[in-house]
């Protein structure tokens, strides 16, 4: 298959799996489906803003809870909030206050879902070519037509989850060391 066909297919393939990720993305899955949600977002902003971590936990480790009442369900705010890698918190953070939350109670899901739909297309893209360079441009192009289109793979990408950056990361990681093996440069062993 020619070189410029397969990054049509990927991108027509990248195409639709957005335009399905984005049909009614705010609402299904229904709030409440998982609060953890905005683990990530309140973390990454009060650490942003304050220097100081803050998130929800009802883990008996943290003694000082401070609970506060947002749409309706209650969250037991703690601090510093420590439970989960980073990354994804300073991510969703950062877009939280891009797009002008202030406050914790301004995270809206129409807004913070955007970030994993974005690295859920990045993730289409990364399957098609690690299934290309490993096996052959039909298989990277089957592998992201399937990440791209099954139902389950859709909603769970609109998740605001830690999960949808993972993937991504690992992708370009097995992508970099394959293309190590294949030509061992220093720039690939210095990136693994």
Avoid: H
């Avoid at 709030?31 to 905005?38: C, I, L, P, R």
């Avoid at 803003?49 to 609970?67: C, E, H, L, M, N």
């Avoid at 289409?124 to 290309?132: A, D, R």
Wanted: glycine share 6%.
């Amino acid at each position: 298959m020619a070189r410029s066909k397969f990054f049509t297919a990927i991108f027509i393939i990248a195409v639709l799996g957005l335009g399905l990720r984005l049909i009614k993305y705010e609402k299904i899955p229904p709030f409440a489906e998982t609060q953890d949600e905005f683990f990530y977002p309140w973390s990454g902003m009060t650490f942003l803003q304050t220097g100081t971590p803050v998130g929800w936990s009802w883990f008996p480790a943290y003694p000082d809870r401070k609970i506060v009442s947002y749409w309706g369900a209650q969250y037991p705010l703690v601090s510093p909030w420590i439970e989960k890698p980073p990354l994804y918190s300073l991510l969703t953070g950062s877009w939280m206050i891009l797009t002008g939350a202030k406050e914790l109670s301004d995270v809206r899901l129409s807004v913070l879902r955007l970030v994993p739909i974005i690295l859920s297309v990045i993730t289409i893209v990364g399957t098609g070519f690690l299934g290309k360079k490993i096996f052959s441009p039909w298989v990277g192009i089957i592998a992201a037509t399937c990440y791209a289109t099954t139902p389950f793979i859709v909603f769970s990408n609109r998740f605001s989850l830690t999960e949808n950056l993972l993937t991504p990361l690992m992708l370009f990681t097995i992508y970099i060391f394959y293309s190590w093996q294949e030509t061992p440069k220093k720039i690939y062993k210095l990136i693994l």
